[in-house]
């Protein structure tokens, strides 16, 4: 809580020093600084968090993090793990949040990695933040993320559908049945069930999430006559399959394995179990990548769509889940222009400079050519 505290002191003081107006904002809370930007229109951006000094283990669902569940005017939304944190008080618990806010959110309180965690971040603040003010939802459309910049940019919060968020999802239901965003009863017996049939003692582990993953694709290839399973949905898609396996398993015992109770209590309380330890240490791309391969060689599939019901057609031009620079070229040059076809002054700005936050998570590791879509001065 004390690294939170200071980032937001420093990024008020980074503010402050931007506009003197800024400075009555010292003492307030992230909520109500995120409001005031929100109303001012335009915000500084502050740098990405550098890893965490401390990754070692911890205790996370502590006393300065308490569970409190979401008030009325709270946004919630498709994922877990964010729900999870802003209900402990690592992100504003009002749900809105800006990119730098979720990386720290989720290094501090799940040990992601540093790279990993921006990649996540970043992404999705490009595909449905508000690069005016820097904020987004972790669920519905608001107006409390500030006024948007014009058509078709869409600022629509993590929920909106065929962004981040995409069809097949483990406990959601797909945006042609409903809710896309809210935890489906349903889904998560069938969580439970593939569990219990090929997990280690009914947990939900590598082999329970390549099977669950598998049978979620095929149903909706049989049923839903909208599908969609392309770049960049499916590389979100094995790699939420297997995050619960590492990050939702007490980092004490840290076998892989969940139990339903605790399935239970991030998927649908959004509450850490108590006495909850993150993992011992930061967990990154050369840990996920190898699982999320493992599950995808149980059941290969190629990208596509459904053209009506039980009828996918594969997509051979979109990068397929092993390429995953092709991906990241995909959502930088495609999916983010789409919204952004001709940005200019401050908007074409902060675009950049959240594209070169995206690039630097993918360089570590996967080594991509960067992909400038509106020039590289
Ligand atoms: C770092 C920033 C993160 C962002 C921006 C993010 C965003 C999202 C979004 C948009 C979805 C909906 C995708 C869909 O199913 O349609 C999602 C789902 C999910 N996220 Fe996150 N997430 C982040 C971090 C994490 C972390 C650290 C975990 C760790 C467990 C996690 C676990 C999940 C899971 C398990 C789902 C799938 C839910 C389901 O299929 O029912 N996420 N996330």
Redesign the pocket.
């Known amino acids: 809580m004390a690294k939170f505290s200071a980032l937001i002191l420093i990024t008020v003081v980074r503010l402050a020093m931007a506009l003197p107006a800024y400075e009555s904002l010292v003492g307030r809370s992230a909520s109500e600084i995120n409001e005031y930007i929100a109303r001012e229109g335009i915000a500084e951006i502050p740098n990405p968090p550098l890893p965490l000094v401390d990754g070692s283990i911890k205790l996370v669902n502590n006393p300065s993090h308490p569970f409190i569940p979401a008030g009325p005017d709270d946004i919630r939304?498709?994922?877990?793990?964010?729900n999870t944190l802003a209900s402990h008080g690592y992100l504003p618990r009002n749900g809105i949040a800006r990119p730098d806010q979720?990386?720290t959110a989720?290094m501090e309180g799940?040990n992601?990695g540093n790279d990993f965690?921006k990649f996540?971040?970043y992404?999705?603040f490009l595909m449905n933040g508000n690069p005016f003010t820097n904020l987004m939802s972790i669920g519905m459309k608001t107006p409390e993320t500030g006024e948007d910049p014009p058509l078709p940019a869409q600022v629509g919060g993590?929920s909106q559908h065929g962004t981040?968020?995409?069809?097949t999802?483990?406990?959601?239901l797909d945006a042609f049945f409903g809710d896309?965003a809210a935890f489906n009863e349903d889904?998560f017996q069938g969580f439970i069930a593939t569990s219990a049939e090929y997990g280690f003692n009914g947990t939900y582990d590598i082999n329970a999430a390549a099977e669950l993953r598998y049978q979620r694709l095929q149903d909706s290839i049989l049923t839903n006559p909208e599908l969609v399973f392309n770049s960049p949905?499916i590389i979100?898609?094995y790699s939420?399959?297997v995050?619960?396996t590492?990050?939702?398993v007490d980092g004490r015992l840290n076998n892989r394995q969940l139990t339903m109770d605790a399935a239970r209590h991030?998927?649908d309380f959004q509450m850490m179990p108590a006495d909850f330890h993150r993992q011992p240490a930061p967990v990154n791309f050369t840990m996920v990548d190898p699982l999320t391969k493992a599950i995808f060689d149980k059941h290969p599939f190629s990208p596509g769509s459904n053209q009506g019901v039980n009828n996918f057609v594969l997509q051979p031009e979109t990068p397929p889940l092993a390429d995953f620079c092709g991906i990241y070229h995909d959502i930088a040059l495609r999916v983010v222009p789409d919204q952004y076809p001709n940005p200019t002054g401050y908007l074409r700005e902060a675009l950049n400079k959240n594209l070169g936050f995206l690039f630097d998570a993918v360089n570590t590791e996967h080594n991509c050519i960067q992909a400038f879509p509106y020039g590289s001065d």
């Open positions: 939304g498709p994922c877990p793990a964010l979720i990386v989720v799940l992601l965690a996540l971040a992404q999705a993590l981040f968020e995409g069809d999802s483990m406990t959601r896309q889904l949905r979100s898609a939420e399959a995050f619960p590492i990050f939702f991030f998927f």
